[in-house]
Structure formats: C-alpha cells, structure tokens
C-alpha cells in the first residue's frame, strides 16, 4: 500500500460526509501510571478525568501523506501543546487519526486538548471480529500474529515516573517505543484493511450480494460513532437525583441489617448466610456447580443462593417471619449493580456533568455491541417506578435545549427467526401488526385469547364493553382506555409473549420448566397448576406414562407446594403446540442448521440467503465473518426418550477460553442475533445520515439513543422510527416495526 489508505480513494464522500481528511496521522499518548493509579485500578474515563493525570509524551506518524513521509516524532506534553497552537490542531481536527484503543487516545486528545478528528480508525476495534477470541486485542499479540516489529516492554520501566524523573537517555528510549507503537499500529492497520470483504448489492434484476475485498467501509464508519459515543459525550448526569438515590439505598440496606442484628458481612458471604439460615431452623439450599467438580468429576455442590435459584426464591416466602427479614436483607445487600454505578457516575460527574459511555464494538461472538467501563449502558436497566427500576437511566438527561430521543426495533428477533426460517404465517402475522403473543396463547389455551385490547372508558362507565383501536373507541370515537377489554386474558397473553420469544431457539420443556419459575424476561415467576392443565386440555395420563417425561420432573427444581407433573405437563404442552405451528423454525434447527456447520467444517463456500459459509465461519452481509475457530464433530451414544439407544450429533468450537458445544437452536440463535445486529447498525448509520445532529450517543442491542437540539425532536423521531420500519436491501421482507419517544431524561423518553 506504500502509505495511502485504500478506504480514501474509494470515491463514496457521501458517506464519509467530505472530500477525505488532509491527512492520515497514527497517535499514541504515553502517559504516568503507578500501583494505586492505573487503568487496572480505575476505568478508562475515570483515569483520564483524574487530578493525577499527567502526559508523559505523544508519539506520531505521518505515513507518506502531505509532506512528512514516514516521519514519527515523539513529543513532550509542553511541545505538543506548542505543536497544537501552532497550526497542529486544525491539521488534527481534519484528520484521520489512527490509534489502537481510541477509547484511550481520543478521550484524552478531546478532554485534554480539546481536539476531535474527523474520524477515527481503531486498530484494537478492527481486529476483534477476525482474532479476538484467540489473541486478544493487545498490540504486542497482533504484532506477533502479523510477523511485526517486537512491542517491547520499556512501558513497564515507566511504572511511578513522572515525566520531569525520567533522564535525557531515558525519556529517549521511551520515545523510540512509542513511535515503534506507532509503526506498528500501521502496519497493522494496512494489514487489517485487507481483510474481510465489503458487500456490494447487484442490480435488482440480477439480486443477492457480490464482494470486494477489503474491511467493510460500513462497519469503519461504526468504529468511528462507538468511539465518538465515550469520547464527545452528551447525556449529563442529574447529580442531585444520583446522590439521593445513593443515600436512600444506603439506608436501606443498613436498616434491614439492623432489623436482623447482622452485620453486612454475614448476608454477603455465602458460608455465613448459610449459617444464618441454620440458627433459624432453614437447611440452605444447595445445586450442582456448574464448573468445579470433585476427584471423580463430579460436579460438587454449592449454596444455591443466586437470584434465579427457584430454592433460593422460595425462601422468600417462608413462613418464619425471621428468614423472611434473612432474605431481604441477603437480596438487597446483594443488589449493589445501580449502586455501584451510580457511585462511579457520580465520581466522574465531579469534573465533567457529562458521561462518557463505554460500548466495546464486536464485543459479542455475534458481533454485537458489549458494555464497557464498568458501566454497560447496554443494561441500564428500564424505568419501572413501581418497582423502582430504571433510575440510572432516570438520571441521564439531557443537557438546556436538547432532549433524548430513543427508538427501538420492535421484536426483532422474533421477527428475523420466522423471516430467516421462512415460517411465512407469522412473517404475515408480524407484517400485518396482529397480535402474536394472544394469537400463540389462542392455539395454546384452545380458546380466542386478547391480552392487549383496551377497552374505551367512557363506554366502560355505561356498561358497554367497546375497544380501542389505533388510540380511539370503534365505538364513540373516544380516545381514554380503562385498561384491557379482557382483563382476564393479561396471563394467557403472557405466557404466549415467553413462547413466541423464547422457544424460537429449540428451548425444551425441561429449560422452559424452570424459566417460567425463575421469572422468564423480567416477569415475575409463572407457576403452572391443574387449573392451566384444565385449561388447555393437556393429557396428563399420556405425559405420566413416558418414562423421559417423569424423569425430568423428578429433577426439576421447584418450590415444595408446587404440582411438578402439572407445571412440566403445560411446558411441555407449550412446546409442542409451538413447535407444531412453526414447523419451518423447527426445520432450520434441526435440518438447515448442521448442514451450515458441516458446511463450515469441509470449508465450504454456500450461499445461504445473505449468509455464505467458510471454513470455520459464516461470512455475514456486512461481510465480517462469525467465526467457529476450531470447530469439531463428534458422535455419541444416548438414551431417547422412548428409552432407545441412539446416536447423537455434537459440535462444538473453541470460543477464545474454553470449548463450547453448539447444537441447531443455538447457531440459529447466533445467526439471527448477528443478523439483528447488522440491521440495526445499518439503521444507526442510515439515520444519521441524515442530520449531523443526529448522532447517536448509546445503543443496546435493538436501541438506538440520540441527543438532539429540542427543537429537532419530533422530526429526529419520526425520521427514526421511519427508517427502522424498513428492512435493508439483503433483508427485504424482514417485517421489522419500530417505537420510541422523547424525554428530558434517557429514562423518559424509554
């Protein structure tokens, strides 16, 4: 490449919203750590925003752009900022900068000195959807992969020097490693930009995707926006809400520890709660671990005391006031997820009201984003005011003049599944905007079940049972609801809302047994009894004549009231009423799918809809791969459920930290959630193209949240909404639907 960058001359300025920078620049700060202050002791926005902060020096490379060909200097803090006033910040503004962990480099370019290129190229980022999972994403294991210079260790040298300690020859040898950092990071640059393929859509007539080598220009554009999403905030923190918040948790917690006489160490360990327990007559529940075993490879047992634990659950409801007073004190001490956050929240917010949010783009086998920081604004939690949930998102507002505005792809998932599988009556179903969830508790009840009609109030208070649609009476034209128009109907709906989102993926009875116990999505626990076995005519003399059946009650975990054989009856009622309406997702779990992954293992290259296998990879339409890295086959002799003995398919790949088996259901998992992803990020980048306002400032998986001038809001919603109602060109027919809203605050608006 002698020093151009192949993504400059590719002629697409629309996308990249100008001519091209000035110049391409690699960056690298080098900055004072020590054992107390380090980034192993603090997140990344909390070490740059620290008084200790101090800049060592900046290495830079102008590889063979404008006049500087191949030149690397190594600058002070003092002459950098020379540099900067000197006509280096508009050559750096305008540039394309090129770091590895630009999270790191660019906040402290944007907070230290106020500079922000025009785009950001992420050495780190680039690599992890081809090496992640095997070497990481450290420069020293990327250089070695690619047969580069040696990284070297002198940053190690550096531990507790201030600048002004280091001598002449010293700060010189530091300097050499960081302009080596540099060459490095374009040389690795220039390697990665060749790899993976960037998709090109064929005139209509012809169809389907062709290729063209080189890192997807698309996905370059999403490294840019995750990194700009920490490095030029918007979202402030509500400071006095988050303080209030942290002293009311506070309290709580130490008011139910002293109505028990405990102290906080006692409900936090396992081995003194458990004694706990035994002083009031409980014996403590105990599970299988799932990793440690014992000598023989057992698996040994542990305190089954986590939030899911349907044994631990129970104990909730003891009648012994005393292990009452025991749990609540154990799970709210326990919950210190928001409390921590809004602890680090409220640090950060002591130099800067405005929060940086971490996203770790690929973080996820699929592709998807993962969160960062110590924060994860993937999993703020919603807004919830009864149960008092949502309150980080709650204290992220927007700042004087702007608001948030949030939208979301509605189900997508679920509706890429039956898109993907060709289940054609419910793509329809889905296109047509019924109600999908009431349509599944229907087939599974055996009666016409609507959980989410609403009925007009104002015929209510005369008597008149009248719904509302679209917002408005069918009836008088009213637009007030009094709730549902069949109240009774909200748990059927539901539990049809858990099968159509969760038995997509070849779920069995057994794991949908214990889920709707543990409080399946967010719900609270769903118990089935004889009055659900009534209900939806399940055979209960058939269920407890097979053999496999009574064996998985027998092991179900269940709170000791409960009719085991009639909750796992309905499951598995549930199951094949499911699987017997969705026989083409059933199909692609166990037909379609161990085709794709013996596809992958002979490195075979099948197109399959906008997918096209490879060995040990699924090359996906934005053309970076879903890899399976070291994929194997094996065959094992098993019991079924008729009591045969029969063969068993096994796959499994090396995930990056242990081998991990992957059947039907879960690579169709994986391919719809990495397909849902691509949508999405599309659709991010679709939308703000469109305004230079809209830029995105958070996402979690099928959310997508922006910032706007006030007076933009409206508009950014509808245009929003509008663009995620439309499936990509290599999608069409994906039936996808969106929502959203506006706030003052990222809680409000979502």
């Known amino acids: 490449m002698s020093g151009e960058i192949i993504i400059l001359d590719d002629g697409d300025e629309e996308a990249r919203g100008s001519s091209g920078p000035s110049e391409v620049i690699v960056l690298d700060f080098e900055t004072y750590y020590d054992s107390a202050y380090g980034l192993k002791k603090l997140t990344t926005a909390e070490y740059i925003r620290d008084p200790r902060f101090e800049v060592v020096g900046v290495g830079m490379l102008f590889p063979g752009t404008g006049n500087r060909a191949d030149e690397a200097v190594w600058l002070n803090e003092p002459a950098f900022r020379e540099f900067l006033d000197q006509g280096g910040r508009e050559l750096l503004n305008q540039a394309w900068l090129v770091g590895h962990h630009d999270h790191f480099d660019g906040k402290i370019l944007k907070w230290h000195f106020g500079v922000s290129p025009a785009f950001w190229l992420d050495t780190m980022l680039m690599s992890r959807p081809f090496f992640g999972t095997e070497v990481g994403g450290s420069l020293a294991s990327l250089a070695k992969r690619f047969g580069l210079e040696d990284k070297g260790t002198e940053v190690v040298k550096a531990l507790g020097k201030h600048a002004w300690q280091f001598t002449p020859e010293e700060y010189a040898e530091y300097g050499e490693y960081c302009k080596k950092d540099c060459r490095i990071t374009w040389e690795l640059l220039k390697r990665l930009l060749e790899l993976g393929v960037t998709p090109v859509m064929l005139p209509e007539d012809g169809g389907g995707l062709s290729w063209e080598p080189g890192f997807p220009l698309d996905e370059l554009r999403l490294i840019d926006k995750t990194i700009r999403m920490f490095t030029e905030p918007m979202l402030e923190l509500d400071v006095p809400r988050a303080q209030a918040f942290q002293a009311t948790q506070v309290k709580k917690k130490q008011e139910l520890l002293d109505a028990v006489g405990v102290e906080r160490v006692s409900v936090m360990s396992n081995d003194k709660f458990a004694a706990l327990l035994q002083s009031v007559g409980v014996d403590p529940p105990t599970k299988p671990s799932p990793k440690q075993r014992d000598e023989n490879g057992d698996p040994i047992q542990i305190w089954a005391f986590a939030a899911k634990d349907v044994e631990f659950q129970v104990l909730a409801d003891h009648p012994d006031e005393r292990v009452q007073a025991l749990m609540e004190a154990r799970i709210e001490n326990k919950s210190t997820t928001n409390i921590t956050r809004v602890g680090r929240l409220l640090t950060l917010a002591k130099t800067d009201p405005t929060i940086p949010l971490y996203l770790k783009y690929a973080g996820a086998h699929t592709l998807r984003w ?48 039956a898109w993907l599988a060709g289940q054609e009556d419910l793509v329809q179903a889905f296109t047509l905007g019924r109600d999908v969830y009431s349509e599944f508790a229907s087939v599974a009840y055996g009666r016409p079940v609507d959980g989410k009609t609403k009925a007009c109030s104002a015929c209510d208070a005369r008597g008149i049972p009248a719904a509302m649609k679209k917002g408005a009476c069918t009836l008088c034209g009213g637009r007030s609801d009094a709730g549902l128009l069949y109240p009774d109907d909200e748990g059927p709906r539901r539990v049809g809302k858990v099968c159509i989102l969760g038995l997509g993926y070849s779920m069995g009875r057994s794991k949908l047994a214990s889920q709707m116990l543990s409080g399946p999505m967010g719900m609270k626990p769903i118990r089935f009894t004889m009055q659900e076995v009534e209900a939806m005519g399940v055979d209960l003399d058939r269920w407890n004549g097979d053999t496999r059946f009574c064996a998985d009650v027998e092991k179900l975990v269940a709170p000791p009231d409960l009719d085991k054989t009639a909750h796992m009856a309905v499951c598995a009622h549930l199951v094949q009423r499911y699987r017997a309406r969705n026989q083409a997702l059933t199909k692609f779990w166990w037909d379609v799918a161990p085709e794709i992954l013996d596809a992958m293992l002979q490195g075979q290259e099948i197109p399959l809809g906008p997918l096209t296998t490879m060995s040990e990879a699924l090359i996906l339409p934005s053309g970076l791969p879903m890899r399976y890295p ?77 910032c706007v001038p006030e007076e933009k809001a409206e508009k950014c919603l509808r245009d929003a909404i509008a663009v995620m109602k439309v499936a990509p060109a290599w999608a069409k027919g994906w039936p996808l639907d969106a929502e959203g809203g506006i706030g003052e605050s990222y809680g409000e608006a979502k």
Request: proline fraction near 3%.
């Open 370 to 417: 993962a969160g960062g920081d110590k924060l994860n604004p993937q999993n703020f939690e919603r807004v919830d005011e009864a149960e008092g949930k949502g309150v980080i998102r709650q204290c992220l507002m927007a700042p004087a003049g702007y608001r948030v505005v949030v939208v979301d792809s509605a189900q997508i998932e679920a509706r890429g599944s």
């Open 630 to 706: 070291d994929l194997k086959y094996t065959v094992t002799e098993v019991e079924d459920e008729e009591g045969n003995i029969v063969k068993r398919d096994h796959w499994s790949y090396w995930s990056g930290r242990e081998r991990t088996f992957i059947h039907g259901g879960l690579l169709f998992e994986n391919i719809v959630q990495a397909l849902s992803r691509q949508v999405v990020a599309e659709q991010m980048l679709a939308i703000s193209d469109l305004d230079p306002d809209y830029a995105p400032v958070n996402m979690s998986h099928d959310e997508i949240v922006f």
